[in-house]
């Protein structure tokens, strides 16, 4: 059974930085599977952050993030990584972890989540 667990959220003034962790279990890095992070904010619905291919690296960003979030994986950890750098208030959200083994960044395409962390960024 695939388990994705998030952590590394929090309340950081705009211009800040925050690394999120999504800590995998139930299948390896080693395999191709995609893992993502999307974010929900109130009132809005899911969107994808970023995704990264375990198998080869290749990266996916959208462009609300491009140049200020960057995603990677430590494939011993079975552990992928957002380090999110000038956050603005737009980006507080409820962020998630996924995969699947898909190559995909759309979030209905994703069978596996985890339970979420909130990010907070304050003006």
């Known amino acids: 059974e695939v388990q994705l667990v998030e952590s590394g959220g929090g309340l950081v003034q705009a211009g800040g930085s925050l690394r999120l962790s999504c800590a995998a279990s139930?299948?390896?890095?080693?395999?191709?599977?995609?893992i993502g992070w999307f974010r929900q904010a109130p009132g809005k619905e899911r969107e994808g952050v970023s995704c990264i291919s375990s198998s080869d690296g290749f990266t996916y960003y959208a462009d609300s993030v491009k140049g200020r979030f960057t995603i990677s994986s430590d494939n011993a950890k079975n552990t992928v990584y957002l380090q999110m750098n000038s956050l603005k208030p737009a980006d507080t959200a409820v962020y998630y972890c996924?995969?699947?083994?898909?190559?995909?960044?759309?979030?209905?395409?994703?069978?596996?989540w985890g339970q979420g962390t909130q990010v907070t960024v304050s003006s």
């Open positions: 139930g299948f390896t890095f080693f395999d191709d599977y995609t």
């Open positions: 996924a995969a699947d083994r898909a190559w995909t960044c759309v979030s209905d395409f994703f069978g596996s």
